[in-house]
Every structure is written in structure tokens, then in C-alpha cells.
């Protein structure tokens, strides 16, 4: 079945309103983690015109514990990222949102594309562990506000449960 999926253009506190029905919809009777997380991003990057949206899950298999890359929508980015590395790192090791208004001020980011100018970072947590985060970027300066912190961690918070 072909899906359809749009976002009324508006202030972003509505466009956040307009998105977690639309979400709900196509995602909460998918039991599949990949295909949930990907149209995730996909639905962030083509509803908000994000430069790039993607998911690092933490990868359990080896120690050191590190972030791998998961679905993403946009360019090519890094594949893993060490604990308290980054902004990603950054999130995962607080346990809580990285809002960053200007990634060159960030001491340690990450630069996966040079066109990336601000970034938000959600962790996914699962029984008080991050699980995963959540990566948005812009390539705008000072694109993301406590509107985005809001609505990306009621996201996570509903993500969770795939974990
Ligand atoms: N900037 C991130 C790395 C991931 S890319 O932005 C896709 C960081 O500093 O953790």
C-alpha cells in the first residue's frame, strides 16, 4: 500500500501536533524496530525539511559499548560513535537532550557533514539506559527550540517500546 504523509505548513509546535497522529497511524502496529525507526526519520526529515534525521543504537555486541548507526535519512554520515564522544556521545553519557544552536561551538562535535550548522540530540531510554538517540541536524544556525525538545522526546519516549 502506497503512503501518503504530509505536514501542515505552520508554526512548529503544530506541525509537532499534526505529525504523532500520522505517526501513530503507520507506526504502532509495526513490530519491526528497522522499519519503525526509518520511517521515523523519514517522516521527521520529509515533514520538517531537516538536513539530516537518523538513529545511533547502542551496539552491545563488543566492549567498549559504542553508538552505531541505525535508519537515517541524508548524507552518508559516521558509523560509530565512542560513549561521551559528540554530540550524540554527549547524550548517551548525561542520559538527556544535547540542543545545540551552534554545532561549531560544541567542544568535541562530531562534523559528519560540513553543511551542519545545529543539531538536537534525544536519548532513547529504556528502564533508565539509553538504548539509542536520536540525531537531528539543520543547516541553519539556531534551528531547534524547546518546541523540538518537546516533540522529539515525546517521540523517544513513545520508541522505546521497540527496544
Ligand atoms: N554530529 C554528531 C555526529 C553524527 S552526525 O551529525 C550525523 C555528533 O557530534 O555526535
Known sequence: MAESFSLLEGAREEMYGDLMPQWEALCTSEPDRVAVLANTAAMLRQGFGFFWVGFYVVDYSKEPL???????????????????????????????????????????????????????????????????????DSDKLANFSETDVEGLTQLCTRLAAWF
Do not use: M, N
Not at 95 to 114: M, N, W, Y
Open 66 to 136: 559504542e553508538l552505531v548507526l541505525g535508519p537515517f535519512q541524508g548524507d552518508v554520515a559516521c558509523t560509530r560513535i565512542g560513549y561521551g564522544k559528540g554530540v550524540c556521545g554527549a547524550a548517551w553519557a548525561e542520559k538527556r537532550t544535547q540542543l545545540v544552536p551552534d554545532v561549531e561551538a560544541f567542544p568535541g562535535h562530531i562534523a559528519c557533514s560540513a553543511l551542519s550548522r545545529s543539531e538536537i540530540v534525544v536519548p532513547i531510554l529504556k528502564d533508565g539506559e539509553v538504548v539509542a538517540v536520536l540525531d537531528v
